[in-house]
């Protein structure tokens, strides 16, 4: 049962750790598209609701991209 509780939370960690890659990557990208705006035009335009939108792009794509993972990890598929 040990075993079990292991390896089930490493595959969690996995689960959120995609999440949040995910959100950090697309909230790194919005920011430098906005700076590079920003530095062409002179208006600085990252609003909170593009913030919560990119978010929530985030937590749909991630989790699809870990649920695969996990779902890989389980079946014992090479390479994952």
Known sequence: ?????GKMSKLLILFFGCI???IFTFLSIALL???LVWM???SFDFKKGDVIKII???CVIGTFTG????TARL??????
């Open 20 to 22: 949040l890659g995910i």
């Open 40 to 42: 062409l035009t002179g």
């Open 33 to 35: 598209v906005d700076v």
């Open 56 to 58: 929530k792009i985030g």
């Open 75 to 80: 079946c014992k598929l090479k390479g994952f």
């Open 67 to 70: 649920a695969v993972f996990v």
């Open 1 to 5: 049962m040990k075993h079990f509780h």
